[in-house]
């Protein structure tokens, strides 16, 4: 039952820690509930604040467990970076998450679908061959997609990030600084990258109201972008004082439960149509 979840849930993140052998009999469930259809993405909204509109979407992973419920990535998607089943869930996940946008856009919705990569997937050699055969699979556009990176992942090797970042901006895809502030890179050196956006920590947003000095960082990383180039989406909005504020601040896009949860893709339609209401 759904109240039962959250026992669950927790049950299930204190085996993984626990080591091992569960991240390795992990790998073998991981592997067959990607053949089962048990992994899915869900989609939250990221909405300009100038205009209102949803532009598009974030895809978050979500494991369907037959067992265990409905598993968050912080379940999953660690020991599936340590064990190396990244690189064959992210491929999946990525071909999912640009058929669904290729559909959506088919049927009037034009959004762009964000794609989260670990950094396993960075230095993989077969990515950028991935995401050119997805886009051409289902006929999306390179700039109807979005890729975000940490800061932490560019930085386990600069020097191949810069080579491979650079052959993926070349497509055109929209490559984004995700979790922005939480690392210890500066703005000057992930200019050097060929970046199209920033997302602001949620760590600074939730007392962006309250809080004089996260406002004051706030608002510079936005002013030193708009100089840089750079879109700054603010991630976990989850009220509208916080929402009139980044407007005021001029920020690009946001994204949060106060805009619109994670929802499964047949949902999505309905959600944007709400926001864009509002
Ligand atoms: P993230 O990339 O920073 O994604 C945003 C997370 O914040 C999501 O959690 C989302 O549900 C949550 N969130 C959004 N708005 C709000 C809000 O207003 N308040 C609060 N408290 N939370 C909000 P989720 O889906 O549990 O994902 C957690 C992390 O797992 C992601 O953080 C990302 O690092 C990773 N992840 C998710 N999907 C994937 C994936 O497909 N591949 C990889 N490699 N990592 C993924
Ligand atoms: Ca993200
Ligand atoms: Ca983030
Ligand atoms: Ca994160």
């Not at 058929?99 to 230095?123: D, F, H, I, M, P």
């Not at 556009?141 to 990030?161: C, F, K, N, Q, Y």
């Not at 929802?263 to 209401?277: G, N, T």
Request: charged share 25%; proline share 5%; glycine share 8%.
């Amino acid at each position: 039952s759904a109240r039962s979840r959250p026992g669950r849930i927790a049950r299930y993140q204190a085996e993984l820690e626990t080591g091992g052998t569960f991240a390795a009999q992990l790998v073998g469930e991981l592997l067959g509930a990607l053949a089962r259809g048990e992994v899915v993405l869900h989609y939250q909204p990221q909405v300009e604040l100038r205009s209102g509109r949803v532009l598009g979407v974030e895809a978050l992973v979500r494991w369907e467990h037959p067992v265990h419920g409905l598993l968050v990535p912080d379940a999953f998607i660690p020991a599936a970076e340590q064990t190396g089943v990244i690189g064959p869930l992210t491929r999946y996940l990525l071909d999912l998450a640009v058929e669904q946008c290729a559909r959506w856009r088919a049927a009037g919705l034009e959004l762009t679908v964000a794609v989260n990569l670990s950094a396993r997937n960075l230095l993989d050699p077969a990515l950028l061959t991935d995401v050119r055969a997805a886009l051409a699979r289902h006929g999306l556009p390179a700039t109807a997609l979005e890729l975000e990176i940490t800061e932490g992942t560019v930085m386990m090797d600069p020097a191949r990030s810069r080579q491979v970042l650079g052959a993926l901006a070349d497509l055109g895809i929209t490559l984004s600084i995700d979790d922005y502030g939480t690392g210890y890179s500066s703005l000057a050196y992930l200019q050097r990258l060929p970046m199209g956006r920033l997302k602001i920590d949620r760590t600074f947003i939730t007392d962006l109201v309250r809080d004089e000095a996260s406002a004051t960082i706030v608002r510079s990383t936005i002013e030193l972008a708009r100089h840089l180039r750079l879109e700054v989406v603010a991630e976990g909005v989850e009220d509208d004082a916080t929402l009139r504020m980044l407007r005021d601040m001029d920020c690009f896009a946001a994204q949060g439960f106060g805009l619109g949860r994670p929802v499964p893709p047949a949902k999505l339609p309905a959600l944007v149509l709400a926001i864009e209401a509002r």
